[in-house]
């Protein structure tokens, strides 16, 4: 058994515990080199007794520290109730990726490859659970790991959204994510007012073991799945985004209101004389970023003014809890989940015209070439001019209106010198290579029934390209300052190429006669495929493809990475606070260098602000994944009312049971199944992305622009099916050999689909 001893070290960071804490116990990193010391797991109380506590107070704190490192994968805690470093063992911790055939795949934390999981592993998991598994063996001829499971870290829905069913006396949920493979029994004891097909929340009370599957019970009915807005509500609740304030966060803002204390203003920089404006959507209500532009010898001085939510948003807060546990406001169509209350997010952080306003201040000197020569953060107070509207801006400015209105006419000179910075920051944009995707979207519209009514193409105008090179220009220095300094931050990191994807791009673009032919391609690049592409009908569905092969950019502290998309070196989201955690991280930095003007005291480290990058990203990733459902849901519910009805499109993937196919203006994509291919049989050529058949010689590829007609929605599913109405475009037939052992040899490759 371990005794404290003299030879017990001493914990290095004892200063920064004592400061946070009134009682300080351990910090995790002495926890774990005390954990790395031993040959043996420890148990919670030899750890104590090693660190000599024996007062109640410690020792609970010592049993939520030791908890709280388990759930974030610093330490391992076997089936005896030993604690020991993972470094002792050859395991890897990653999230659960479950398929609907029973198998499923685990996705470390570190990186690298999927980690293979085959059935009879997964039959205790549910997908994004998080796990920690050994590699048993490597399959080389699909060159993957498998692994086994050792331990379920941190389980990942203690609720989950389904449909309701009763047969045969046995009453069930159907997950509404179809990721969720295995239904959940509710316990028969527990009274309910569901109906067969209600749309329920179910609280999971015991996970699925070996031979049973999960049992829980119906928490909320939810509501007929035609109910409005339950595609928001199913969406939230599936995706597990905290909705709901608690009541910590209501006593704390409970005497808010929309006017900032005169107290507030003292020992910052006043610029409310400066025509500060901000830019945003119609609908917009959050205003982060406010943007003023002024001449100087040799170029433009450029101001942009950041939200103050660090100073309202204190560390250690019930505000910043709940904040950091949402980790971004998420924007469905028609409604928002913010990461902060009203109050703060549309009130008194808003940027709104007419009011005084605390900001952070990034003011930068940018020459006619659009380098930013210097530039410097600080505290102030501003009273935004006008609240102005990208289509109104892009209109004066960029394509010719008289008509200004009153807003625009007052700050018209203050917005042609934005315009004139814009085109130097955007010129050196293009000289770095920086790849630009022209990215389409839709918005949709309502009924009074709040029933979607409509779907429209909405296009990113020149306004909106203004707006964000102030804000690109701010997040570079923003890095640049922090990184120079050595304060622990989050950066805004993006890898770049995703390795195993590379070589499938690379023979997609070669299809349309576009090469990218280099094993490391850089940004430049890229760039240039992107701009080769533009003019092509297949503009959008190579872009998408392109932007599909990079890896997703991340929250990091670490600062060397930079950004691969932007071509930068220096990245960190800094431009809004009010509806991303990462920035607020950002800002507290910048305020302690303000404050301080070195490094010492922050009150975050390496260790924390990796696990801050960790779990910001994943909430980002949750918050996309939530309003894409919702997207499909209101998308499906359009094309409910419009079976039959004809739509041209363009072939977006193509595989051995058929085509892919992406509506024009609605941006929905369908299945044209292989069945709806008349009068032939249909070969997949995967080589060449497209469907040959063999009578005819009739092809459909990759880019092929068509005719179709809507034939079924599957709402539960989210399923679009389409059937063939006609060629678009009509091209000749393929010719195809028919004899010749080349041909015969190739046949065997492909897959072969019979169709009516």
Request: hydrophobic residues 35%.
């Amino acid at each position: 058994m371990p005794r404290k001893s003299k030879t017990t070290p001493k914990d290095p960071f004892h200063k920064r515990e004592q400061a946070k804490y009134d009682q300080p116990i351990a910090s995790r990193e002495h926890l774990l080199e005390l954990l790395k010391s031993q040959k043996v797991p420890l148990p919670q109380e030899h750890i104590a007794e090693t660190l000599g506590y024996q007062d109640e107070s410690r020792l609970e704190a010592l049993r939520r520290r030791l908890q709280a490192m388990v759930r974030d994968g610093q330490l391992f805690r076997n089936r005896r109730g030993g604690y020991l470093s993972f470094d002792h063992m050859d395991l890897e911790k990653g999230y659960v990726q479950s398929h609907a055939d029973g198998f499923g795949f685990v996705t470390p934390e570190s990186g690298g490859k999927d980690i293979f999981l085959p059935a009879r592993q997964m039959r205790t998991l549910m997908n994004g659970d998080k796990v920690a598994v050994k590699i048993t063996s490597i399959d080389k001829r699909r060159e993957r790991a498998e692994g086994a499971l050792v331990s379920v870290l941190e389980r990942a829905h203690e609720t989950l959204v389904g449909r309701y069913y009763r047969e045969s006396g046995i009453e069930f949920v159907v997950p509404d994510d179809k990721r969720l493979v295995q239904d959940v029994l509710l316990n028969r004891e527990v009274g309910h007012k569901a109906s067969p097909g209600d749309i329920v929340l179910v609280r999971i009370t015991e996970y699925p073991s070996h031979h049973n599957q999960p049992i829980g019970l119906i928490e909320h009915v939810l509501g007929q799945e035609n109910a409005p807005g339950m595609e928001v509500t199913i969406a939230v609740n599936t995706h597990h985004i905290p909705h709901q304030w608690n009541d910590a966060v209501l006593k704390s803002i409970r005497n808010l209101n929309n006017r900032v204390a005169q107290g507030d203003k003292k020992d910052r920089r006043d610029l409310r004389d400066l025509a500060f404006v901000t830019i945003d959507g119609a609908d917009a209500r959050d205003f982060d970023d406010a943007v003023y532009c002024e001449p100087i010898a040799n170029g433009y001085r450029l101001y942009v003014a950041i939200a103050d939510v660090a100073h309202y948003v204190k560390v250690g807060t019930p505000l910043d809890l709940e904040a950091c546990n949402r980790g971004t406001s998420v924007y469905f169509p028609g409604e928002v989940i913010p990461m902060l209350p009203e109050v703060l997010s549309n009130g008194l952080c808003s940027l709104n015209p007419d009011v005084d306003r605390l900001c952070l201040v990034c003011c930068m000197d940018i020459n006619y070439q659009g380098t930013i020569k210097q530039f410097d953060f600080f505290e102030a107070v501003i009273h935004s001019k006008a609240r102005l509207i990208y289509e109104n801006v892009a209109a004066v400015l960029f394509e010719g209106s008289k008509t200004r209105g009153k807003t625009i006419g007052k700050v018209f000179d203050e917005l042609e010198c934005l315009k004139q910075v814009y085109q130097a920051l955007a010129k050196a944009r293009r000289r770095r290579h920086a790849i630009e995707f022209e990215t389409r979207e839709v918005i949709f519209k309502y009924d009074r029934q709040r029933k979607i009514e409509a779907i429209l193409p909405y296009q990113r105008n020149q306004a909106h390209q203004l707006i964000e090179e102030c804000m690109i220009a701010a997040n570079i220095c923003a890095a640049r300052l922090l990184k120079k300094n050595k304060l622990p931050t989050l950066y805004r990191n993006h890898e770049g190429v995703n390795a195993d994807k590379l070589p499938n791009l690379q023979e997609f673009l070669a299809s349309f006669g576009i090469a990218l032919g280099t094993e490391n391609p850089k940004p430049v690049d890229y760039a240039r495929v992107v701009e080769e592409s533009r003019a092509r009908p297949e503009a959008d569905m190579i872009q998408t493809v392109v932007l599909r092969s990079m890896l997703q950019a991340s929250y990091s502290p670490d600062p060397k990475v930079g950004h691969f998309g932007l071509a930068l070196k220096d990245y960190a989201h800094f431009t809004s606070p009010i509806r991303r955690y990462p920035d607020l991280l950002v800002h507290r930095a910048i305020k302690h260098w303000i404050g301080n003007n070195d490094a010492s005291g922050f009150g975050y480290d390496l260790a924390q602000m990796t696990a801050l990058g960790e779990s910001c990203s994943r909430y980002e990733r949750r918050a996309d994944d939530a309003t894409r459902d919702a997207a499909d849901w209101l998308k499906c519910e359009f094309l409910q009312k419009h079976i039959g009805k004809q739509y041209s499109g363009i072939v977006t993937g193509v595989t051995n049971f058929g085509l892919f196919v992406q509506l024009d203006d609605l941006l929905i994509d369908g299945l044209v199944h292989v069945t709806a291919l008349k009068r032939d049989y249909y070969q997949f050529d995967p080589a060449h992305h497209r469907l040959v058949g063999e009578l005819t010689g009739r092809s459909y590829r990759l880019g092929d622009r068509l005719q179709v007609e809507v034939a079924r929605v599957n709402l539960e599913e989210r399923k679009i099916d389409f059937d063939l109405a006609g060629i678009a475009e009509e091209k000749p037939p393929v010719k195809t050999k028919r004899r010749g052992k080349k041909r015969q040899s190739r046949k065997k490759t492909r897959t072969r689909s019979r169709s009516r």
